[in-house]
């Protein structure tokens, strides 16, 4: 009987690794020209078929989604685009079954697609098996900051959101449930990955150099989740700790959840600062970029008659320096202010999108378009 064992989970909650041991415990994930190559984030490789990641992007852009987005994507089978990427997955699984009778696939997108990953597998009528790993919500939004910039607010909120998701999915299904910290800590867990995908291995020979506890650079516990106060977090944090997922009322978190992404007012503040640029003179300043477009906007800024501002960049590596009398704050350093003003300073339509959407759950902050800004600089000149 042909397997396919599923990976699903929450960008950086230990994917990757789980997909490594998969690999080394006989699963194929295809031809290492196949997978996604490694990078500084990933030093040991993603375990990503890039044909799988193609077609899940391009999904959640059917569905005007990203992977980063909070909502949930509304799939609708019927479609032509849907369908066509449907029978792409299949074709790309198809691939993978003519060269070995058991295969796994990880990409944490398929856990906010998976209804329509389950239809899939389902007629291909094939063993499918799914392995769910989680890690605690506040390492993963330390790392998320790290590499990406994203707020603690919004990671939060996307932690609940891909794992509601798999839950609402799962419920009522085989599948393995694993904690990232067990992985590093408790050989045990290996023992019962080995187990679950019906292989044998000598755990302690041949997987021996792939776990590196070192990558693990924060350590939380579950009454820090339980400190941030928020409720739904805490609780579908602790249901998956104590293995009781099953008990869940799902439809009344999802409800919970949907609360909690509701915005009630628009972010950006371009039309009353057309109306009133005195108005920035009230406001603490952060240009969101420190390259070319970010001192562009100092500069206007500084036109404008406004000297006191900072920037903000998600790159460790300017953060702390100081740029046109501003200094290059973390995302960590400005999540927590009132009365905060960002101007996006970036060219890339789809980062500042991103920028946007990832920075908009901070609380009383706006937004100011580089562009409106560049016309307040022209109109008072």
């Not at 390492?139 to 707020?151: I, P, Q, T, W």
């Not at 603690?152 to 904690?179: A, D, P, T």
Request: charged residues 25%.
């Amino acid at each position: 009987m042909r397997r396919i064992f599923i990976i699903v989970g929450m960008h950086r909650s230990g994917t990757s690794l789980t997909a490594q041991l998969c690999q080394c415990m006989g699963a194929y994930l295809g031809e290492e020209h196949d997978l996604i190559a490694a990078a500084s984030e990933n030093p040991d490789g993603h375990f990503e078929n890039l044909q799988i990641v193609q077609i899940n992007n391009e999904i959640l852009r059917l569905c005007n989604r990203d992977w980063y987005s909070l909502e949930k994507p509304e799939l609708d089978d019927s479609a032509p685009q849907i369908k066509n990427a449907a029978e792409n997955i299949k074709t790309v699984i198809q691939k993978l079954l003519e060269k070995n009778d058991t295969v796994s696939v990880k990409d944490p997108r398929i856990s906010v697609v998976l209804p329509l990953w389950d239809r899939v597998l389902k007629e291909l009528n094939v063993e499918a098996h799914y392995i769910w790993v989680y890690r605690n919500p506040l390492e993963v939004a330390e790392s998320l900051r790290k590499r990406n910039g994203y707020s603690k607010k919004h990671s939060m909120l996307l932690w609940m959101h891909y794992n509601l998701c798999i839950l609402s999915c799962l419920q009522g299904k085989e599948y393995l449930l694993i904690h990232y910290r067990d992985i590093l800590e408790r050989p045990q867990t290996l023992e019962k990955l080995s187990g679950f995908l019906a292989c044998d291995v000598d755990a302690g020979a041949k997987l021996d150099g792939i776990i590196k506890y070192g990558y693990c650079h924060s350590k939380y516990t579950c009454q820090d989740v339980k400190n941030t106060q928020n409720t739904l977090l805490a609780d579908l944090y602790n249901v998956l700790l104590k293995n009781q997922e099953t008990e869940a009322d799902v439809l009344q978190w999802e409800a919970s959840y949907k609360s909690l992404i509701a915005k009630t007012e628009n972010k950006y503040f371009d039309r009353e600062v057309l109306e009133n640029p005195e108005c920035l003179k009230e406001k603490e300043i952060i240009i969101y970029g420190a390259g070319n477009y970010g001192k562009k906007a100092a500069m206007m800024v500084r036109q404008l008659g406004i000297s006191k501002y900072n920037f903000c960049d998600k790159d460790i590596h300017k953060q702390g320096m100081r740029l046109l009398d501003g200094r290059i704050k973390s995302i960590a350093e400005i999540e927590n202010k009132r009365n905060l003003l960002v101007i996006i300073a970036m060219e890339n339509k789809q980062a500042i999108k991103e920028i946007e959407e990832t920075l908009s759950y901070i609380e009383e902050v706006r937004f100011l378009s580089f562009f409106a800004l560049k016309t307040i600089r022209e109109y008072i000149n």
